[in-house]
């Protein structure tokens, strides 16, 4: 299927590994030229020059840290330079800390409101007036299943995710007469290191082997494993597409049935 996106332009933060860099390679498999961003630099880089060799597509990379001010100005800067316009949005960002309520200050909680939701509001504000302007974009925003069934302790995750989700819904109405799509993707339990850190967590909070967490949650999951980043990134190839122009304000689970609700 030709899912439209030679000639299209996008933007996709933390894309330097896991789920990031995985949508960023999907999108330029595709035919569409990228900026990505993420903080460290040298995997960034690195990121680059693979999705660039192995598509043929120009991918430009700034690191950057889009939890501030700084970093947002930074990657829309390149973005405007390299790419002219931003057709598709991917707003992604490493996860904050897990722990139990008792365990974060409002500090923590302040830094990963900066993290997880300003930067999705802020990169969106960039870009908007070019997709309503030109009637056409795409919005899709990496949040997590914790959205729709909250996990043991990831108290922030669980709450700052779903405030990403609010945004993106309200956002989906009122922009949807211009042709923007805005959609949520909700990654399950895969194959990254953020799953791997988080295991080492619950090994270290409650006294047992990382191998013993990690069947622990495959057994959690219908499909009996992980998912992998490629499966995740075709689903965010197709709702950039132009087949999914009417899909829109919705947030979808990539978790091989972990989900335990009907909707």
Known sequence: MDLGLRGKTALVAAASRGLGRAIAEALAAE??????CARGADALEQARDAIAQRTGVEVDAVAA???TDEGIARVWQLARDRLGQVDILVTNAGGPPSGPFESHDWGVWQEAVEL???SAVELTRLVLPGMKERRWGRILNVTSI???QPVDGLMLSNSIRAAVT????????EVARYGVTVNSMLPGYTRTERVEQLNAATAAREGITIDDVARRIEAQIPMRRLGEPQEFAALAAFLASEQASYITGQSIAVDGGWIRSLL
């Open 31 to 36: 035919g569409a030229s990228l900026v990505i």
């Open 166 to 173: 609010g945004f993106a819904r309200t956002l989906a109405n």
């Open 146 to 148: 914790a959205v729709k």
């Open 65 to 67: 840290d889009v939890a």
């Open 116 to 118: 997880t939701l300003r």
